[in-house]
């Protein structure tokens, strides 16, 4: 296994994934807000969910975004 380009491809795929869901949530929020569905001072949980193929079982990270 070549470590520096795990490294690359690891933090291209993060990059990448970091940005999409930036946007989405964003849109997410604004759609909430201009819909009603959010007041816009609320703190949202959030849930990612991350899997490896068949690597192993999934790595759940959970959090919350605050809207204030």
């Known amino acids: ?5 795990l490294n690359m ?6 990059k990448r994934m970091g940005i999409n869901c930036q946007r989405e949530i964003e849109l997410a929020v ?9 007041q816009g001072n609320e703190t ?4 990612v ?3 490896f193929g068949p690597l192993s ?6 959090g919350e975004i605050s809207l204030e």
Do not use: H, I, Q
């Not at 296994?1 to 380009?5: G, L, S, V």
């Not at 491809?9 to 993060?14: C, D, G, P, Q, T």
């Not at 949202?44 to 849930?47: G, I, N, R, S």
């Open 44 to 47: 949202l949980p959030v849930k």
């Open 49 to 51: 969910t991350l899997e």
């Open 57 to 62: 079982a999934p790595y759940v990270l959970e």
């Open 30 to 38: 604004r759609k909430g807000v201009e819909s009603g569905t959010l």
């Open 9 to 14: 491809s690891v933090r291209a795929f993060l």
């Open 1 to 5: 296994m070549n470590e520096e380009a």
